[in-house]
């Protein structure tokens, strides 16, 4: 018997009573400790902003932890038209799922994986694959994906081949949630079509809601919508769509300039001026 063992009948029972309570508090903490690791790293519910490459403190922990919290896929290629050249997007998506969406995609016949996932780059290669190089040198969110021919004119319902691309891209975390996605600057880019000449067309911050092409295919128009937000909200949580403002801008292609559409713009507040109703 070990010479640190207590000789005393009465201080036996307070050695295994001490023992007995140190387990009992190992069992309550241990798994509090890894409750609150999976409520670190994971949602309990999933939700639109929970979509984008996680980064800062929390990928930097989870890599100190050597947890993955992502991992990725990319889509089947598919071929540019007019050209000898593939794309695939690279798409990244949270490692675990709540059961509700996993649910749902079993559910689904046919779904998209962006819808639970992001698209955080795009490999471009040819058909002999000699050439193969990736949009983004470092990972970043992309939405608004068009690659030549699937960009459509102004309202209209014919695809128009066009010989570049058009993205909107997330490079950073702006508003510090730890996720780059649609929640953060997410400006215009075009590029050839194969994936080289990244360039950017539209200001950092300028939040655009739409685009359409001229039909000379010569300039790309955005349209900006504001809220008035001191107008009252109306039955669905929403304000009125016609209590917004629009503004249109456009960027030319021929000489690389990103403007406001002055002339549209000033005739409507001369309209605005004498409105009285």
Known sequence: MSDSYP?????????????????????MIIPQGFYELKRTFFNDSYNENDRGLIVGKKAERAGELNIDLQHLMYERPTKIDSTDFYYS????????????????????????IFIVGARINIIFFNEDRTEVRRLLPANGYISD?????????????????NDFNLYSIALSD??????????DNMPYYISNLDGTDLRQITPDSLKLDSYWISDNENEIYFDRLIEDTSKPLIGN???NYFEKTRIVYYYNLKTNEFKLFD????????IQESFKN
């Open 7 to 27: 000789k005393s009948k009465v201080m036996r029972i307070v050695w295994g009573f001490n023992g007995i309570a140190l387990s009992i508090v190992l069992i």
């Open 89 to 112: 997007s690279v798409v990244v998506q949270d490692k675990e799922l709540p059961q509700e969406v996993i649910d749902d995609i079993n559910s689904a016949a046919d779904i998209s």
């Open 145 to 161: 994906v068009s690659i030549g021919s699937e960009i459509s004119s102004y309202y209209g319902s014919n695809n128009t081949f």
């Open 174 to 183: 702006d508003n510090g949630d730890g996720r780059i996605n649609e929640n």
């Open 237 to 239: 949580g929403r304000r």
């Open 263 to 270: 002339e549209l713009q000033s005739e409507f507040d001369s």
